[in-house]
């Protein structure tokens, strides 16, 4: 993708909470025991940029190796990008020390996938959800503290009670509500959700799903909602992002994005989810998209869809397609729309 | 088979009476228990349902609801001590699979039942190449030469969709991708030619795309050769795409059976319809809260004798707390078990 369209990216107007501009990130691959060198590497991210609003809920969809949690643990500086600029409220974060980076870690939080491997099993509930307040010196006071403890769990339709437990007391469901009291502690604006219900049942999600609509509602949260589920992603998100070898081929509001994709790999992603409904799965067209994903370690040349596209011509072997504005707020890259 | 009176009234109810022959399975008020020292953990607890030759049968429901024990249960493949199937039948082309013999249950795993599990990885030989995988169920099961096994090994992957099988057949798991994997494991349940496949959460640890290839590939194959599956699933878009019957599972009993269309379009039983509520659903209009079902599934060492899913039950009455209720008829082919079904319907309609 070329600086231009990177650039240009600030689409929708209003002001940007966050801003990622051409963000590239490359893991080597090193051979070697005991003199180890680099012999290639893999491009986890390879290029992408974005905005997310305020009050915004975008989502970043794709499969395993898209690249989609890698651009997360990056805009958390939990990796240090190879190359790119991420923005948060008008400051760039890979250019901050980590003694500047340490008030704005506080507005900016995580919500894992596992809420098993997530919380500390050492630890209890009570302690979990205050050490970040403990770290940011939020609230010193003890009573006090124990008490905002409190009113998280409650706010995250938890039983006070449940402080003195410990994480494996609990269920799937009610960790991840954990997780969520604990990213709330520090009263953040940005929170970074991985994968979040991806782990739970249907009925649970639901739940925990209702629960971050409403903390979105009551706190003017801004989420960045990782996410293979597109089911899940239609329901919360305002704008999608479709990740694919670590390119972003489509970005759109999610009605248009759902309802008028654009892009082959959009198109054959959005074919490949069976909707809970025989009358309209009977109706549906089921073009399944072939082939696998190839490594990020090589990735083909030109568009890097191009070996499973049903629409290739010639030129997408050659050339990456620009990321480009096709109408109002709806960004593809693909030649061939 | 045990005659109790519950069994007989559902049998009736599946309409077994009438067309007693065509069945390939028949599961009769099946018990699975584990003897834990927590307690007694009634992981399935008295399901009964058949599975026609040829036919998909779907069985839904969240984790620990017993889906997964009850097809293990089919296998025999429950690990005892803490777990035992503790009463009921098991009829698999004529015969009483739990009255055989271990020796005589392992010619039927693998040649008259196959079988696809979960994680392709963790159900495939690490040490072992893609050749031996196959070629030693061939070997045992059909009593075959080296060579002609070889050569099936050869045509099932073909028939599967490998890539370059001559080269795959000397590779081992670790070399190829998930979806691979899983292909490799259709074509290992395949290859004895059984009449029945048992596939626990296929496509659950893939990628959509994979997904979609995988789900697609075992229907046409078990369409093509005329193989009956069950499939065990959590995701109710899969069920909606690829069951002809589904049985609703919620602690450990069916309760909810009928065809894909009746379980989706006009559930009678309040777990269903609340478990279709509760999921997003990307060909509708967004803006729409969800609505959750409330609460968590039952502990299954505390079964009372009153219906499980009444804590959670928007219909429940008095009468839930003083018996379970069994499966019954509520049009032909469809049977759900609640007091309350003739109340339970979409009226502000799912669709």
């Known amino acids: 993708m070329n600086e231009g369209s990177a650039a240009m990216v600030a689409d929708g107007g209003g002001d940007a909470l966050v801003r990622v501009r051409d963000l590239k990130m490359y893991f080597p691959v090193t051979e070697g025991v005991l003199i180890s060198r680099v012999v290639a590497h893999v491009k986890a991210v390879d290029g992408i940029s974005f905005d997310i609003h305020k009050g915004e809920t975008l989502g970043l969809v794709g499969e395993s190796g898209c690249g989609k949690t890698t651009t997360g643990r990056c805009i958390l500086q939990l990796e240090t990008a190879t190359d790119g600029e991420i923005w948060f409220d008008g400051q760039e974060l890979n250019k901050l020390s980590k003694a500047e980076m340490r008030p704005l870690r506080q507005r900016i939080q995580v919500i894992f996938q596992d809420p098993y491997s997530s919380l500390n099993p050492r630890m209890k509930i009570g302690q979990i959800i205050a050490e970040p307040m403990m770290v940011h010196g939020i609230i010193t006071d003890r009573n006090e503290r124990d008490a905002r403890v409190r009113e998280l769990l409650e706010l995250c339709g938890l039983n006070p009670k449940f402080a003195d437990r410990y994480p494996h007391e609990m269920s799937g469901g009610q960790r991840q509500r954990v997780g969520i009291a604990r990213a709330l502690a520090v009263k953040p604006e940005f929170i970074i959700c991985d994968e979040a219900v991806s782990a739970l049942d249907v009925s649970i999600q639901a739940q925990v799903i209702n629960l971050l609509e409403d903390l979105r509602d009551e706190f003017g949260l801004t989420y960045l909602f990782i996410s293979h589920d597109l089911s899940v992603v239609h329901h919360l998100c305002h704008r999608v992002a479709v990740m694919y070898l670590g390119h972003i081929v489509e970005l759109a509001e999610t009605e248009e994005l759902f309802g008028n994709p654009l892009h082959p790999y959009t198109v054959g992603l959005l074919e490949a989810v069976p909707i809970p409904d025989p009358i309209v799965e009977r109706k549906r067209a089921h073009q399944v998209i072939k082939g696998e994903i190839p490594s990020p370690i090589n990735p083909p040349s030109g568009c890097v869809f191009h070996p499973r596209c049903p629409k290739a011509v010639d030129g997408c072997k050659i050339n990456m397609p620009e990321f480009r504005e096709i109408k109002p707020g709806h960004w593809v890259a693909c030649t061939e729309v | ?351």
């Open chain 2, 1 to 351: 088979m045990r005659v109790g009176r519950g069994s007989r009234r559902e049998r009736a109810a599946h309409g077994a009476d009438r067309e007693a022959v065509t069945k390939l399975l028949e599961i009769r008020d099946l018990k699975t228990q584990f003897f834990t020292s927590a307690g007694v953990v009634r992981a399935v607890d008295g399901i009964t349902y058949d599975v026609a030759p040829g036919e998909t049968v779907a069985v839904v429901g969240e984790s620990g609801c017993g889906k997964s024990v009850s097809a293990m249960s089919i296998l025999r493949l429950i690990p005892d001590p803490p777990g035992r199937i503790v009463s009921g039948s098991i009829m698999f082309d004529g015969k009483d699979l739990l009255a055989l013999s271990e020796a005589e249950m392992r010619d039927v795993r693998g040649r008259d039942i196959g079988m696809i599990f979960q994680e392709p990885m963790t159900s495939l030989n690490p040490v072992l190449t893609i050749e031996r995988q196959i070629t030693e169920t061939l070997e045992e099961h059909l009593n075959v030469s080296r060579e002609a096994a070889r050569e099936k090994a050869l045509e099932m992957l073909n028939l599967v969709g490998i890539s370059d099988p001559e080269r795959r057949l000397k590779q081992y798991p670790h070399h190829l991708s998930g979806g691979m994997r899983q292909r490799v494991m259709i074509a290992m349940a395949l290859a004895c030619g059984p009449k029945l496949i048992i596939a626990d959460e296929p496509t659950t640890a893939l990628d959509v795309t994979i997904q979609a290839q995988i789900l697609e590939l075992m229907k046409e194959l078990t369409r093509d050769l005329g193989v009956a599956m069950i499939i065990i699933t959590h995701n109710l878009g899969v069920v909606a795409r690829y069951a002809d019957r589904v049985n609703v599972m919620y602690a450990g009993r069916i309760i909810e059976s009928g065809d894909a269309v009746q379980i989706y379009h006009n559930p009678k039983h309040p777990y269903t319809l609340a478990l279709l509520r509760s999921v997003p659903r990307m060909d509708q209009a967004r803006g729409q809260k969800l609505r959750p079902i409330d609460g968590q599934p039952p502990d299954l060492t505390k079964l009372d004798e009153g219906c499980a899913f009444r804590p959670r039950c928007e219909f429940a009455t008095e009468q839930c707390a003083r018996a379970a209720p069994v499966l019954e008829e509520t049009e032909p082919g469809h049977i759900s078990a609640c007091w309350e079904k003739a109340r339970v319907g979409l009226t502000e309609a799912v669709g």
